[in-house]
């Protein structure tokens, strides 16, 4: 699964890795959290960033496990199941990310938070589908789920799902309205391991509330648990 990411990077960054304009308002985020509003590029407007809540509106995140159930979709999956089959269709989207976020489990009680970036550090895009209602006050939202896929190599010690991360070729194919079914299932596999690094970081990550450049900085054993033999 993928329950957080991060865009550590400028609005310049952004808009010259993508070629579409953003809102002056956007600053760089380290912990994006489901529920919150993010850039996103849809195959409807693919010429500049949309901004939608991920999974679930803040409001209707009141009911806790329907907005924990609806951040992600199985890419396996998306063709057939009926509540993801028209927005894989007709509604999909790029969600742009530098990084994102997992927790290896370590003894009964304890998780290591880790991020997961390319190996160069630069900015990539989730594959994602979105949605749109009307809420209790008439107005119209719009959300965004994260496609995911089995895990390589590298995150299979952590967890045995991730997020589906595109190449640039494959975000054309990923947005284009004429893409075939078939050729769209086949780039939703996982992007190789020889392309990505890990690390710790702080569990600091853990709050939602939290967001500053030191959460996505490696932190040693020590700094997250005061023990450095948890990695011997």
């Known amino acids: 699964m993928c329950g957080r990411y991060s865009l550590a990077k400028t609005k310049d960054e952004l808009e010259v890795r993508f070629r579409a304009e953003l809102l002056e308002t956007f ?5 994006v959290a ?3 509003l993010m ?12 901004h939608f809540y991920w999974g679930v509106t803040p409001e209707f995140a009141k009911n806790k496990p329907v907005s924990q159930k609806f951040i992600n979709a199985s890419a396996e999956t998306i063709a057939q199941k009926a509540s993801f089959k028209h927005a894989f269709q007709k509604r999909r989207c790029l969600i742009p990310a530098d990084g994102f976020f997992e927790w290896k489990q370590l003894g009964k009680k304890s998780k290591i938070p ?4 390319l190996n160069n550090d630069h900015i990539f895009s989730f594959a994602g589908i979105w949605d749109e209602y009307e ?11 994260i496609l ?4 390589n190599e590298l995150l299979a010690s952590v967890h045995d799902r991730m997020p589906v991360i595109l ?9 284009s309205k004429y893409t075939s079914e078939k050729e769209l299932l086949n780039i939703l596999g996982p992007l190789s391991h020889t392309e990505m690094m890990s690390y710790p970081v702080s569990t600091q990550v853990n709050e939602p509330g939290n967001d500053n450049p030191s959460l996505i900085r490696k932190t040693s054993p020590m700094d997250q648990f005061g023990n450095y033999t948890l990695f011997g």
């Open 27 to 31: 600053s760089p985020r380290y912990n």
């Open 34 to 36: 489901p529920t919150q």
């Open 39 to 50: 850039p996103v590029i849809t195959s409807d407007s693919p010429n500049g960033f949309s």
């Open 114 to 117: 880790h991020r997961f970036t």
């Open 135 to 145: 809420n209790e006050k008439g107005e119209i939202k719009h959300t965004f789920l």
């Open 148 to 151: 995911t896929t089995r895990a």
């Open 167 to 175: 190449t640039q070729d494959a975000e054309k194919i990923w947005l």
